[in-house]
């Protein structure tokens, strides 16, 4: 049985998540700020809502993507010098998860970005926890990505792309600011074929943990991403 959390309630242990409805752990709480940056700091995320109240998953494995394997494809690297598409960070998050709430998604009815997950994160984003990083063409918004930063963790939300490769040019200009910033692992969340192109890749929830726990130790909020405008050679 699923237990269900009053906002006073810890989270239970995440052995106890339901490994067979992938990695449901828990019902309810809220979606403040602290109770989703306190699930983070525990290894577990809400993943949308049912009539109103948070489901939090922790699901074993976990897909994570560490920046040094990151997999830059000969196709890739020639978009990215093409430069068909100017990348900034910070400068339309709302834009950036009302995008990824229009996509439609493989095996998904409907998006779990709703109402009220979308307004926590642009509260999380307005604290300084969360961030985006978008891909414009000709001044359109036309991909980007979502996710937070915690110490030396970036725990990625999700993306989407109106045109061919504009989320993986985000991905790739996210990477390499991770790596001039020491942030060491992206949490990915959930297997998906495109992130494993990029080089994520599957650890035991365990072995995420300790590295959750070593990566967070050192840090809180990150300093706010500052860089509107990312202008890099590849």
Known sequence: MIPYLRAIDPFPPVESARSDMGGLLAVGADLSPDRILLAYRQGI?????VDGYPLWYSPDPRMVLFPDEFRLTRSLAKTLRGGRFEVRIDSNFAGVIDGCAATPRPGQDGTWINDQ???AYLRLHELGWAHSVEAYAEGDLVGGLYGLAIGRMFYGESMFSRRNDASKVAFAHLVRYLLAHGIEMIDCQM????LASLGGREIPRDAFLRRLSALIADGDRHPRWSATSLDLEW
Do not use: V
């Not at 995320?45 to 809502?49: A, M, Q, S």
């Not at 297997?191 to 495109?194: C, D, K, L």
């Open 117 to 119: 997950m979308r307004d």
């Open 45 to 49: 995320f809400p993943w949308g809502t």
């Open 191 to 194: 297997r998906t074929e495109h």
